[in-house]
T-cell receptor
């Protein structure tokens, strides 16, 4: 158990819909990262937050957005969903200093029908 | 751009050593990582190595880093059936700190 929690574990929805994925980082970690894992693209970095502020952006679509709240949990919002958005979405967190090793949550499997 | 490459499959017999190889492109990566993913599970951090080290050993795991060739390897001694999983090599993405992953090597351990 990495200490990073994600909910829900599974999500099934229809095209055009909007969903919210939630992540709670390890106690003491200030950074939260979101990654998407799909069969064709592999593991892709989406976005990073540090202590409530956006720190870095990767291959995140405009239909996707995220935020980190004062209690440091983070939410990833996916809207106007398409079939191709079906994937595993992982959250990771890291400590504010040192190796900044990222610890991953169990993931949310999103299926868009 | 930044890229991490790994072979996709490796098959070994139980008790043998497994060696999973990886090449990366970003010479500024401070740390390089190995993660393990079992079916239906998340990514488990196995080990990492600081870029100024050549080798790191942690129980059955040995990481070798050749910075000149940008080559990283993970050796698993006495491989067990429980080691069957997908192994990902990752480098830090320049100044951003996010991880750039290879496609993963699927390790199959035959009894």
């Amino acid at each position: 158990d990495s200490g990073v929690t994600q909910t829900p574990k599974h999500l099934i929805t229809a095209t055009g819909q909007r969903v919210t994925l939630r992540c709670s980082p390890r106690s003491g970690d200030l950074s939260v990262y979101w990654y998407q894992q799909s069969l064709d693209q592999g593991l892709q970095f989406l976005i990073q937050y540090y202590n409530g502020e956006e720190r870095a952006k990767g291959n995140i679509l405009e239909r996707f957005s995220a935020q980190q709240f004062p209690d440091l949990h983070s939410e990833l919002n996916l809207s106007s969903l398409e079939l191709g958005d079906s994937a595993l979405y992982f959250c990771a967190s890291s400590a504010p200093s040192g190796a900044a090793t990222q610890y991953f949550g169990p993931g949310t499997r999103l299926t868009v029908l | 751009g930044e890229d991490v490459e790994q072979s996709l499959f490796l098959s070994v017999r139980e008790g043998d050593s497994s060696v999973i190889n990886c090449t990366y492109t970003d010479s500024s990566s401070t740390y390089l990582y190995w993660y393990k993913q079992e079916p239906g599970a998340g990514l488990q951090l196995l080990t990492y190595i600081f870029s100024n080290m050549d080798m790191k050993q942690d129980q059955r795991l040995t990481v070798l880093l050749n910075k000149k060739d940008k080559h990283l390897s993970l050796r698993i001694a006495d491989t067990q059936t429980g080691d069957s999983a997908i192994y990902f090599c990752a480098e830090t993405g320049g100044s951003q700190g996010n991880l750039i992953f290879g496609k993963g090597t699927k390790l199959s351990v035959k009894p």
